[in-house]
């Protein structure tokens, strides 16, 4: 699902939203989100899932075309944890899509 599928799957929603409100709040949240994670705050959304900051170290790559050594430098990433809920509903779906297409 792409931002503007999210923003209209909330404009059908919510028949009182116009695209515009909706487009407005999908940005504030996903802004929110962004600043909070820059800040190095943990995310945590019940039922979905966990948003963290992970450090990855310093270490020495290789240019694959040279073959030199290249420092790649220390970096922090964005970590999505999902929570149990979602695990689960992920899981039954996909149990569900194996046994229809197990019966064909």
């Not at 019940?46 to 030199?68: A, D, L």
């Not at 779906?93 to 064909?104: G, K, N, P, Y």
Request: charged share 30%; net charge positive.
């Amino acid at each position: 699902m792409t931002r503007s599928n999210l923003v209209e799957e909330l404009a059908a929603r919510f028949s009182q939203l116009t695209h515009r409100d909706a487009e407005y709040a999908v940005k504030t949240i996903l802004d929110a989100m962004s600043d909070a994670l820059v800040r190095g705050h943990r995310i945590e959304i019940r039922g979905f899932g966990s948003f963290s900051i992970n450090r990855r170290p310093p270490r020495m790559g290789r240019n694959p075309r040279s073959g030199e050594s290249v420092a790649i430098p220390e970096k922090r990433v964005p970590h999505f944890k999902p929570g149990k809920a979602l695990r689960e509903a992920v899981d039954a779906r996909t149990q569900e899509l194996r046994t229809v297409t197990d019966s064909r």
